[in-house]
């Protein structure tokens, strides 16, 4: 299979993303100022939805007794104490200023590429997609997630300017990896390219209930900057290693078992 036909998913969302945020600055400057915050609400609850029907996916897992919302609220504090350490979501901030600097990005540049980074990385399209691309050239998974995060783009680009357009270097980055990886150890590891095999399976099923959650925090992030709050934000970016070790911990209470 060629590269070109492994990344095809990817460059579309790329290109989604890309279109998303020039539309965005081309009319969301020209909207009054409560226009663009109410556009951000209508964004957070569409968002805190899609979020909680991730999470859901947690009622389907089980570590032996240990069920999966317990393995997620240990992997989630657990994340945050790493995360926290490590200066994750200071690191996206300090990226986010080197892009600012690098391109003379102006006002909220910063806060605009780690949410719609955010926002588009985490989820299960980003990881379903990205193995059914790899694996068998099937860009559609990312093509439906390329219209949710190109509308998204849209009404965050006209809140917070053109860093959500640099959010999709994140994209290329994450998601081209995942897709390029694939070919290497995702089949093996996740049973094949089959959608049903993936959406079943319950490491995919646990890092799309942990996804879930921290996209709740996004979502939280989004309406508390429609209404003006944003200095009361939830760090999202230190709950990221959560993504890791919830499915580390899957992996050690099954063998408990």
């Known amino acids: 299979m060629s590269l070109l036909s492994q990344l095809s998913g990817t460059l579309i969302n790329v290109a989604a993303v890309l279109a998303g945020t020039v539309v965005g600055l081309l009319v969301g400057g020209r909207l009054p100022e409560r226009t663009q915050r109410t556009l951000l609400q209508t964004l957070s609850l569409v968002t805190v939805y899609i979020a909680l029907d991730m999470a859901g996916s947690l009622s389907r897992v089980s570590g032996g007794s240990v069920p999966g919302v317990i393995i997620a609220l240990i992997g989630l504090a657990a994340g945050a104490i790493v995360g926290e350490a490590l200066k994750i979501e200071e690191g996206l ?69 053109v860093g959500v357009g640099f959010s999709a270097l994140t994209v290329l980055v994450i998601q081209g990896g995942i897709s390029l990886a694939a070919g290497g150890f995702a089949a093996g590891l996740l049973g094949g390219a089959d959608p049903t095999i993936l959406k079943t399976n319950p490491y995919v099923l646990l890092v799309t209930g942990v996804g879930g959650l921290t996209i709740v925090g996004i979502s939280w992030n989004l309406m508390l900057a429609g209404l003006g709050f944003e200095d009361r934000r939830v760090r999202v970016g230190s709950l990221l290693p959560a993504l890791l070790i919830a499915p580390a911990l899957l992996w050690v209470l099954g063998r408990l078992a």
């Open 93 to 161: 901030e300090r990226l986010g200023e080197v892009l600012r600097r690098r391109f003379r990005g102006g006002g909220r540049f910063t806060e605009g590429f780690v949410a719609a980074s955010l926002l588009f990385c985490i989820g299960p399209l980003t990881i379903i997609g990205g193995i059914q691309n790899g694996l068998t050239g099937d860009s559609s998974s990312y093509v439906l997630k390329s219209t949710l995060d190109g509308i998204a783009a849209l009404a965050l680009s006209g809140a917070y300017g």
